[in-house]
């Protein structure tokens, strides 16, 4: 056994010694401990949910990844070709292991890939969406053959990581990637465990173990990570306004997520009526949302506030749009005049933590104020995802993460109407709109990005004045760091912790 595997053990065997108490030494050597906003919900990395993805990073990896600064670079595939607009060609990466020592090839990146365009669990699919043919040419040789051509299928392979096992219960039972970490225990919506994977392929990470999970309910982030029981917490935007404790540093940059509030349920969800089944509804709602003021709660400035469907620094974003107007008197007259008997009742799901509570509780009034009558429903996150993928809930908050900062993900995924299989709409639970089909399809398939540009903004301008989704605020990414961690934030937000390192301690 080799001296960091001696410490490995050391550190779990530490970790398993105090989890259960409070009052404990505050940190453990060789032991970082990330603490997101929400847990890991699963080890299956078809699961495309923020913080699970971030966690898995570490784990498994993509043919072709972002680097901290969002550029492409080369990840399992060394070298890539377009040999004509349908056929894209990877070499990969030689002498790369699986966590259990086999060695990655070809065939098992085609089964990894196979399993997250088909699965009914995977919520990748649409990354996939053009793939008609995946085939390994040779041992680290791999062809993909597309239906239409796809000018962001480079980008779109940033989001599928590569997994042995043929199902979800297969990954998660043994989970195997090729990863600078590989897993040592995970509970379900507790923690989850990472040792150093001493056989990668750039060589062991610089922090040996890694500990991924919430701050405790009810406990401060901040004085968690100044206390030492954390190195790394996410941390509400309004709190990095205020100046850091001894010990600790704040990081916040514009991050890559906007937070909407989701009318795209289909007409009768759970066998009940739904009124924002109706344009007329989604458009009255839209009137009645103040977004500088959602911002100024949500943020603590009226800076980040959303006024149109994508950020400014999005491919997509349409310099022409008109700004949203706030009216929650045309809104009341708008459903008047569409023959609705007022308060209209309806059930605001959101995540049940302090920050989207306080949102929804404004939007309750401002709803309200527009010839609303709002019933909020606070639920756990692993309940909520499941319910609003499966289109049970008919108005919801929620975020989207820009992660290849394009529209063209945001417009498949969320806005197109899903197609058989879950290729596309994969997070719409029932808006349709054929015309808006057409223009996202077209868009993904022009290399050219003047044209592309065209198809995206009209496909917004529909998409805004159809409203099944309503832009409320970007939400930055704020983080409390530890004074012994040396980490620099990333633009994606993904805690990736083979760029961390311990600072030498002072003598």
Known sequence: MSYRSFLVCLVLIGVLGVSCRRGAAPSVPGLARLAPGTPVLSLDP?????????????????????????????????????????????????????????????PAVVTALERARSSPDSTVRGALWAARKMEATGSLAL????????????????????????????????????????????SRGGALDLVAWERYWAGPPAIPAIRIAPVPAGLDPVEAVARGEADVAEIPAITARRDPPR????????????????????????????????????????????????????TGTEAT????????????????????????????????????????????????????????????????????????????WSEFLAETREGRIGLFLGGWAFDTADAGGLLRDCVRSRFEGGATGVFNPGFVNPQIDRL?????????????????????????????LVPLYHQPDTWVVSSRLDWKPRLDGRLIASEMRFLARSP
């Open 440 to 468: 996202v399809d077209a868009s993904h398939s022009v290399f050219i990005s003047t044209s592309r540009l065209a198809l995206l903004e009209e496909a917004i301008r529909i998409t805004t004045n159809e409203a099944p």
């Open 143 to 186: 062809r993909i053959r597309t239906s239409v051509p796809d000018a962001l299928l480079l980008h779109e392979l940033t989001l599928v990581l590569i997994a042995r096992g043929g199902t979800r219960a297969e990954v998660e039972s043994a989970p195997v990637g090729t990863g600078a970490y590989r897993v040592a225990s995970w």
């Open 247 to 298: 010990g600790v540093r704040f990081f916040s940059s514009p991050g890559l997520t906007t937070h909407y509030l989701w009318m795209n349920g289909p007409a009768r969800p759970a066998g009940e009526e739904n009124p924002f089944f109706d344009v007329r509804v989604r458009a009255a709602v839209a009137l009645a949302v103040d977004r500088p003021r959602l911002a100024l709660e949500a």
């Open 305 to 380: 506030a959303a006024l149109q469907l994508v950020p400014p620094t999005i491919v997509g974003y349409a310099e022409t749009l008109p700004a949203a107007r706030i009216d929650p008197d045309a809104a009341r007259a708008l459903l008047e005049g569409a023959g609705y008997r007022l308060p209209i009742a309806a059930t605001l799901a959101h995540r049940s933590d302090p920050e989207s509570a306080a949102v929804a509780r404004l939007l309750q009034e401002m709803l309200d104020t527009a010839g609303f009558r709002v019933t909020l429903r606070p639920m756990p």
């Open 46 to 106: 078809t699961l495309s949910e923020g913080a699970t993805f971030s966690a898995l990073s570490n784990v498994f990896e993509p043919l072709v990844a972002y680097d901290a600064r969002l550029q492409i670079t080369p990840a399992l595939a060394t070298h890539w070709a377009t040999p004509d607009d349908l056929t894209w060609t990877f070499t990969l990466r030689p002498g790369v292991l699986f966590h259990d020592g086999t060695p990655f090839d070809a």
